[in-house]
């Protein structure tokens, strides 16, 4: 079974890039604003900080995959620049987010099971809303069934949608906190301050995902997806 283990980094939009109308309802999205002019402004910086969450005031700062199978592990990392010059050095490229889209979307067609974690809530309507806004059509739908029982392939394995058994534990744990309660190395780092360190930092996600697919399809997993098992039904 040909499987691809993903990892999303965004980043905001400059607040200044934003027109007047979309800055007034993002400011206003709650029902009860602060009431004085430094409770305001540190409402908006707030807000400012967490445009990347959103597809529609955010953008991709990296993307990371990882071909179990075959080993292969490749993190995109985002260009402003028009032409951004492409590097191709152990595993990391640097592209335009469309092309970054473009391509991702191309090889994930080829996979039978792709692996996130909270890939549902992010990662996945991130990448399908960022194609459509540069006009680019996704190559396959992952997220039509939330149910593995009900999926087939491409079947998409949201591991924090597995262990918190599809939300039933509502506190929904953080990649670390898993990781720390199964012995498997955090990926968490100190704060990334260079395009090296961001790209470190992604890869280093993948990893933890990867580890931890292998420990859910080891001990968790429908029949389907355990070692030794493939091809099996549910």
Same mark, same amino acid.
């Given at each position: 079974?040909?499987?691809?283990?993903?990892?999303?980094?965004?980043?905001?939009?400059?607040?200044?890039?934003?027109?007047?109308?979309?800055?007034?309802?993002?400011?206003?999205?709650?029902?009860?604003?602060?009431?004085?002019?430094?409770?305001?402004?540190?409402?908006?910086?707030?807000?400012?900080?967490?445009?990347?969450?959103?597809?529609?005031?955010?953008?991709?700062?990296?993307?990371?995959?990882?071909?179990?199978?075959?080993?292969?592990?490749?993190?995109?990392?985002?260009?402003?620049?028009?032409?951004?010059?492409?590097?191709?050095?152990?595993?990391?490229?640097?592209?335009?987010?469309?092309?970054?889209?473009?391509?991702?979307?191309?090889?994930?067609?080829?996979? =039978?099971?792709?692996? $996130? @974690?909270? &890939?549902?809530?992010?990662?996945? #309507?991130? %990448?399908?809303?960022?194609?459509? /806004? +540069? *006009?680019?059509?996704?190559?396959?739908?992952?997220?039509?069934?939330?149910?593995?029982?009900?999926?087939?392939?491409?079947?998409?394995?949201?591991? =924090?949608?597995?262990? $918190? @058994?599809? &939300?039933?534990?509502?506190?929904? #744990?953080? %990649?670390?906190?898993?990781?720390? /309660? +199964? *012995?498997?190395?955090?990926?968490?780092?100190?704060?990334?301050?260079?395009?090296?360190?961001?790209?470190?930092?992604?890869?280093?996600?993948?990893?933890?995902?990867?580890?931890?697919?292998?420990?859910?399809?080891?001990?968790?997993?429908?029949?389907?997806?355990?070692?030794?098992?493939? *091809?099996?039904?549910?």
């Amino acid at each position: 079974m040909s499987t691809l283990v993903i990892h999303l980094e965004s980043k905001g939009k400059k607040w200044s890039e934003l027109d007047d109308i979309t800055k007034h309802q993002l400011i206003n999205w709650f029902d009860h604003l602060p009431a004085t002019s430094d409770q305001r402004a540190q409402h908006q910086s707030e807000v400012e900080r967490n445009l990347k969450f959103s597809p529609l005031t955010g953008e991709i700062r990296s993307l990371g995959i990882y071909d179990i199978e075959r080993a292969l592990s490749t993190v995109y990392l985002t260009s402003d620049e028009a032409v951004p010059m492409v590097v191709e050095d152990g595993g990391r490229k640097v592209r335009h987010e469309a092309d970054v889209l473009c391509e991702f979307w191309q090889g994930v067609s080829q996979y =039978q099971t792709v692996v $996130t @974690f909270s &890939g549902r809530s992010f990662a996945l #309507p991130f %990448l399908v809303h960022r194609s459509l /806004a +540069y *006009g680019i059509r996704p190559s396959v739908d992952l997220l039509r069934f939330r149910y593995l029982t009900q999926q087939v392939a491409p079947y998409h394995v949201d591991l =924090q949608d597995q262990l $918190t @058994f599809y &939300g039933a534990w509502r506190k929904r #744990p953080s %990649l670390h906190l898993l990781c720390q /309660a +199964y *012995g498997i190395e955090s990926p968490i780092l100190d704060e990334e301050t260079t395009a090296e360190d961001f790209a470190v930092h992604t890869g280093r996600y993948v990893k933890t995902t990867t580890d931890l697919y292998h420990y859910w399809r080891t001990y968790l997993a429908p029949a389907q997806f355990r070692p030794g098992d493939e *091809g099996l039904d549910f």
